[in-house]
């Protein structure tokens, strides 16, 4: 592994899902692809948690969560307050977001890939 390889795996992924097991679930997958996890319950906890860090470089967040703010909204919100964040959305509900997902922002349909998530979080970090 080259220092490259090293620097470009320090990323850090925030992952925000409400369901505690596919939570835990979502943080082995970054995790296992060599990058580090920051897990939030909510689109709340999410927007505290960078507020408070500067290290984070891809939001991976489900869309159907509580206290009123969903991952589509969240990915709007990053999209608005941290534009070089990058964002993964996923959703067990909706098949295509069509207009509603914000730029430079990746949808992916419940069940998905880990393959998919994981070479993609690769591409956004180049």
Do not use: C
């Not at 999410?46 to 869309?63: G, Q």
């Amino acid at each position: 592994m080259t220092m490259a390889d090293i620097v470009k795996n320090a990323a850090i992924i925030l992952v925000v899902e409400d369901e505690p097991l596919l939570r835990l679930a979502a943080v082995d997958l970054v995790e296992a692809a060599g990058y580090e996890a920051v897990a939030a319950a909510d689109a709340t906890e999410a927007v505290a948690i960078l507020e408070s860090r500067n290290d984070i470089r891809v939001v991976f967040t489900d869309v159907d969560m509580p206290r009123g703010v969903d991952g589509m909204r969240l990915a709007a919100i990053i999209r608005d307050r941290w534009p070089p964040i990058k964002v993964i959305v996923v959703s067990g509900h909706i098949q295509d977001p069509g207009n509603r997902i914000p730029a430079e922002t990746v949808f992916f349909a419940k069940p998905y890939r880990e393959e998919q998530i994981v070479e993609t979080i690769r591409q956004m970090l180049q």
